[in-house]
């Protein structure tokens, strides 16, 4: 609420810092004048001795389509992760070699793969920069841009060191374990050794299989089970561990599971993490509380539908947003569910109530996320993308443009994402049309089959079909009158007295003229 207020003062924004930068949305501005929001946005700009302003892609997006038509030269004066999302039409020919220098500080690993910004923009420094030499270490692979775009090279420093036993003064030197083979490492480093210096271990020592080597150790330095205090020192060692070693740990202290779950030290397999978390959930008196679910975050996805069933409102209401992008369409409906419940008391404020429950919205059932696109909440394309396949194939084109509002247009940027591309194909053209945004489908358009003859609509507005009725020849009434003598498809209706028409010259000949000009109208 705080970010939004911005625009109701003549607060500087240089002065903001970075955790404040990081609340602009396309949401968050929308009521602000377009001189305070380009002024947000250059206060988000890479400066000397100030933490970086850490935007996801939809932010990037959003603030790129603020900006379009009004973009600047001075391309340092903006977001260096922005500058990803830029269409080379917008940087002029002389300045190309500014806008790459600046792009080297952006962080590519924000923009979705779909995109394909690093192979495409590796192609466009070629032609800018003249490196047309540059050839890709993996034949049929681009180089990643991030590489392409490193302005400092690290140099290598080769060390010299003697191989020997491994100490506590080998261990605290800067170059360990560089110099020694695996074979080496694992003959000349001793349990003791490992058991006083086990943090220093696990800090220095990267290679997978001479982590191994170390996990296999501490299972025999500690035959009974791994102690909760060397647990928690393993770092990215952990990840190498077995469904066997995890067995070994100890792990009753939410600081254990926090320390396990750390992201930098990199990522988990389903089935290890779901063995960590059951066994801290085993101990008595543990539960997925708040702290418990800001240390798993995306790890929740591994555990069982009955495991988050006993997820409590109030611990997601007092958790930090999860995600829950590789949580299975089921356990994103029983999450969102706790959710709702969570967030209840902030239903009456739409905007609030979005930006609380946006993280679980991939389990919301149609019904919910068409009451959200009455509320003027701008969805990001992001949130968009998480939702229910089954719930946007069946969003009209009047829910989608009112769900997304101001970010309707980044609809066009991902148009190949494959929820987008498969939405965009089950409408016609002339739906996708009222977006305006461009949008094109592959699904044919309907023709509409001409009448068919047999078919004949009655008083009442009902078709029946057309029943052969064979006439006799009518006798002639006067010398110019026609005679009739075919065989037709009109149904005759004969419920009111029609047997009688014999009797009548005169009605046989209305009966026969009628008919003929009712075969011409069918014709």
Not at 181 to 196: A, E, G, N, R
Request: aromatic share 6%.
């Amino acid at each position: 609420m705080f970010f939004e207020s911005l625009g109701e003062t003549d607060f500087d924004t240089e002065k903001l810092n970075p955790t404040v930068l990081q609340g602009f949305t396309c949401n968050t501005v929308r009521k602000m004048k377009k001189k305070r929001v380009r002024g947000l946005i250059r206060s988000c700009r890479p400066r000397k001795g100030r933490a970086k302003v850490k935007l996801e892609e939809t932010q990037l997006t959003c603030m790129y389509n603020q900006l379009k038509g009004n973009l600047s030269q001075d391309f340092v004066d903006y977001p260096s992760d922005m500058l990803i999302y830029l269409n080379i039409k917008d940087v002029q020919g002389a300045n190309c070699r500014s806008y790459f220098t600046a792009l080297g500080a952006a962080d590519f690993t924000v923009a979705s793969s779909v995109l394909n910004k690093d192979s495409g923009l590796f192609s466009e420094a070629q032609n800018c920069l003249g490196c047309h030499h540059l050839e890709c270490k993996n034949p049929g692979r681009p180089r990643r841009a991030t590489s392409l775009f490193n302005r400092k090279l690290l140099g290598q420093i080769q060390i010299c060191c003697t191989v020997g036993d491994i100490t506590q003064m080998t261990v605290s030197d800067n170059a360990f374990p560089f110099g020694y083979d695996l074979m080496q490492f694992d003959l000349c480093l001793d349990i003791p050794v490992l058991k006083d210096s086990l943090d220093s271990f696990c800090q220095k020592v990267d290679d997978n299989d001479f982590q191994t080597v170390i996990l296999r150790k501490l299972n025999e330095a500690y035959p009974l089970g791994v102690p909760e205090e060397q647990v928690q020192v393993l770092g990215s060692v952990s990840r190498v561990a077995t469904l066997n070693d995890i067995s070994k740990w100890t792990i009753t202290k939410v600081d254990t599971l926090a320390a396990l779950m750390k992201t930098e030290d990199g990522s988990w397999e389903a089935a290890k993490s779901k063995a960590i978390i059951t066994k801290y959930l085993e101990t008595p008196g543990n539960s997925l509380g708040a702290t418990e679910l800001n240390s798993i975050d995306s790890n929740l996805c591994s555990l069982d539908i009955s495991a988050l069933e006993k997820i409590k409102p109030d611990s997601i209401r007092n958790a930090k947003p999860l995600n829950l992008a590789s949580c299975s369409t089921e356990q994103k409906k029983v999450l969102y569910e706790i959710s709702k419940i969570s967030f209840v008391s902030q239903s009456s404020n739409p905007t609030t109530y979005y930006n609380l429950i946006r993280p679980y919205l991939g389990g919301a059932p149609l019904t919910d996320v068409v009451e959200l696109s009455k509320q003027n909440i701008h969805m990001d394309l992001k949130t968009f993308r998480s939702l229910d396949p089954n719930v946007i194939s069946k969003l009209t084109a009047a829910d989608v443009k009112a769900l997304l509002g101001a970010n309707l247009p980044d609809l066009k940027v991902f148009e190949n994402a494959t929820t987008v591309e498969t939405w965009r194909n089950l409408l016609t053209q002339t739906e996708l049309d009222t977006l305006g945004v461009g949008l094109t489908t592959s699904r044919a358009t309907p023709t509409t089959a001409p009448p068919n003859p047999a078919t004949v609509k009655t008083t009442k507005g009902k078709a029946t079909t057309a029943k052969t009725v064979k006439t006799t020849p009518a006798k002639p009434i006067t010398s110019t009158a026609p005679r009739v003598t075919t065989t037709t498809t009109a149904q005759v209706n004969a419920t009111s007295g029609g047997a009688q028409l014999a009797k009548h010259p005169t009605s046989m000949f209305l009966a026969a003229l009628l008919t003929a000009v009712l075969l011409q109208l069918l014709q």
